[in-house]
């Protein structure tokens, strides 16, 4: 780091990972931008430590004096947001400090604090998404995902509201709260001689819960409401493999014999590396909506899907695509041989009971 300022400048190390530049008399912030590039150019090279080779990426978030704060407790509360934003968005990258992005800050702060009373107020539901057999057109599963009727801002998604929930201890008995959730519902539907009598549920499953017990909450959930574990899927992302993988393997493991299914959501975005893959006890693939959005104009995008499928058939595992949208989409998807698809082309998530109401049985194929 000091090989990339200037004399005079200061690089003092906070503790830990995180360190200070302080860059006094700058011409214009243009000049902040290209030390911070300098950084991220310096550790794009490898590190030669006691013989190994190791590769180290850095985020950095850049404050202001005086328009972003007139002391240094202010600078750094500023350059701090910032640098945790730009880790958010994309590790290896750099992020300005900006009164927007304070409040967005703000407010995530906020949901984290309302989420640890959303349980106890029953604030939660569950919509459910189809997933359609390719050849037939049947409904082959659903995946149910998480509603938050938020008492100020009404019905937010998983994805405006996880982000902060991974970050807090509530994310643990969220995912216990939307197994037991979902398995009620797979029995609600038997009960009721519904079209979904023995309809697979899938729901995801955030890292923490891998080694928070996993294996006994799935087994209280599925005596509780005397469910099959042939009515459950999980779905886990690839972001799993780069934490503990042995101890992951071992839960999953325990789990996939008990007769669950296992799927890698959002399949080409992360870091999978095939002899994990094979190691791990998967069942299913689920293509990124990424790859599914462009298909018709994308060549790119087809040699990936085509890809994803190929080396799913070898290891004999079934394919699911996300996010089909159009029916062109879905005939390129079926010639590549796809299994299952999911998307707004079929339906968007629902409520159960709306669901239930408007996917009768259908062909689409």
């Known amino acids: 780091l000091q090989q990339c300022v200037r004399e005079g400048d200061t690089v003092p190390c906070l503790g830990g990972d995180e360190y200070v530049i302080a860059l006094p008399a700058l011409n214009d912030s243009s000049d902040a931008a290209l030390v911070a590039d300098k950084v991220l150019d310096a550790f794009n090279l490898p590190f030669l430590i006691e013989g190994h080779e190791l590769h180290i990426s850095g985020s950095i978030g850049i404050s202001f004096y005086p328009a972003d704060g007139n002391d240094v407790q202010s600078l750094m509360r500023a350059a701090d947001t910032a640098m945790y934003h730009a880790k958010q968005e994309q590790r290896g990258s750099v992020q300005f400090f900006h009164e927007e992005l304070n409040a967005r800050m703000i407010e995530r702060s906020q949901l984290e604090h309302e989420l640890q009373h959303a349980l106890e107020h029953d604030e939660f539901e569950l919509y459910y998404q189809p997933k359609v057999e390719a050849g037939s057109g049947r409904i082959a599963g659903v995946e149910a995902l998480l509603r938050w009727h938020h008492p100020r801002h009404g019905l937010l998604s998983g994805g405006q509201f996880m982000p902060a929930a991974n970050n807090t201890a509530q994310v643990v008995p969220i995912g216990e709260w939307v197994i037991s959730a979902a398995c ?28 928070a017990d996993l294996p006994e909450v799935i087994d209280r959930a599925l005596r509780k409401y005397g469910v099959l574990p042939s009515h459950l899927q999980l779905e886990i992302t690839e972001s799993l493999l780069i934490g503990d993988i042995d101890k992951a393997t071992s839960v999953l493991r325990e789990i996939s014999d008990s007769g669950i299914t296992i799927a890698i959501d959002d399949f080409g975005t992360g870091y999978s590396s095939l002899s994990v893959l094979k190691a791990l006890p998967i069942d299913i693939l689920k293509i990124d909506q ?76």
């Open 184 to 211: 009620a519902q797979a029995r609600r539907w038997q009960e009721a001689d519904s079209h979904f009598p023995n309809m697979p549920i899938a729901v995801n499953i955030a890292i923490p819960q891998i080694y």
């Open 290 to 365: 990424s790859f599914v959005r462009d298909l018709g104009k994308d060549l790119g995008d087809r040699a990936i899907g085509e890809a994803i499928v190929n080396m799913a058939r070898a290891l004999a595992l079934r394919v699911v695509a996300e996010g089909v949208e159009t029916q062109e989409q879905q005939i390129i998807l079926n010639d590549l041989g796809s299994d299952e698809h999911q998307g707004y082309f079929y339906s968007r998530p629902l409520p159960a009971d709306m669901l239930a109401e408007q996917m009768l049985p259908i062909s689409l194929a």
